[in-house]
């Protein structure tokens, strides 16, 4: 075999490894390549400038809603309403309401809700361009979603208000009523048997009406405590309008844009060394193999 095929021990394609680290010859091949690598971080860091440029300004506006017991259970804990929340239906209706133009499968990547301390409690957060859109979003999510969730508790409400309003014609009548039994009750000295008809008739239609007026007085209690034991979601903190941006965040762009330029550029950098053919590190002689020049012959012993 040639000595030009052979291989110094310790040096595999070109790199010689040896038992203590040095970076030397790192350092090296980055000084020769310092153009490629100051390029390469420098075209990086110019990309994330002008996306950060380009990108809109981020907003973040939230809202805290009260969750109630008495709503459906779709509505009435936190996971429930976060699922309610991202389903397409509700977020179509939030778009039309809020009059964005965002479809519901974007949307929902605009919108976090999570549980607030109270398990009752709800946080609904929303990122979206620009300040008042944000604000509108996050309102019109905390409006549909309440205005949803209080529906039956709301419809039980005008049913117990209804019946309240007739219990109280009731009591109007059995009051006349229990007056007017009262008042056909004979005076006293009356001995004749019809007065005592009368008496004894007049007598039954005064406890009569006053059973029922008493009825009616324990049943419009009972409505008054039920209703009053009735509660509807409500929202807690109305979204206000965010004043200052919440992205791009410059400095996070920056420093990810330069490291990852500098990762870049070395790597580019290792590869124009192994595609240019150089020994790395070219400043070490190699001793892999003696060409002896042509035409030299030995002297004769």
């Known amino acids: 075999m040639s000595n030009h095929s052979m291989a110094e021990p310790g040096r595999v394609g070109g790199m010689a490894f040896e038992d203590e680290l040095d970076l030397r010859p790192f350092l ?3 000084k020769r390549r310092r153009r490629l690598l100051v390029t390469t971080t420098a075209l990086v860091l110019a990309a994330a400038v002008l996306s950060a440029v380009a990108s809109p300004h981020i907003y973040e506006a939230e809202a805290l809603i009260q969750l ?4 459906p259970p779709a509505y009435a804990s936190a996971p429930a309403a976060a699922r309610v929340i991202a389903s397409p239906a509700f977020l179509k209706a939030v778009a039309k309401r809020a009059r964005v133009p965002r479809a519901p499968e974007e949307l929902v990547r605009s919108i976090w809700v999570g549980a607030l301390g109270p398990p009752d409690v ?3 957060r929303v990122r979206y361009p620009g ?3 944000a604000r509108d979003v996050a309102r019109a999510v905390a409006e549909q979603f309440v205005e949803r969730a209080s529906a039956r508790v709301r419809e039980r409400q005008d049913v117990i208000a209804e019946r309240l ?5 009731q009591l109007v009548k059995a009051e ?4 007017l039994s009262r008042s056909a009750l004979p005076g006293e000295g009356a001995g004749a048997a019809g007065d005592e008809l009368r008496h004894l008739l007049a007598l039954n239609a005064a406890v009569l009406s006053e059973q029922l007026r008493d009825g009616l007085l324990d049943m419009r209690t009972g409505l008054r405590a039920e209703a009053s034991t009735l509660a509807t979601a409500t929202i807690v903190e109305v979204p206000a309008t965010p004043t200052r941006p919440l992205g791009p965040r410059w400095a996070v762009r920056v420093l990810l844009g330069a ?4 990762v870049m550029g070395i790597i580019l950098a290792l590869f124009a060394e192994a595609f240019t053919g150089r020994v790395w590190p070219p400043d070490r002689p190699s001793t892999s193999a003696t060409v ?3 035409g030299f012959e030995p002297p004769p012993s």
């Open 28 to 30: 090296a091949l980055l």
């Open 68 to 71: 109630s017991g008495d709503s």
């Open 122 to 124: 709800i946080r609904v």
């Open 131 to 133: 300040a008042e859109e």
């Open 165 to 169: 309003r007739e219990v109280e014609r």
């Open 176 to 179: 006349r009523l229990a007056a």
């Open 259 to 262: 490291s990852f330029g500098l």
């Open 292 to 294: 002896e020049p042509v």
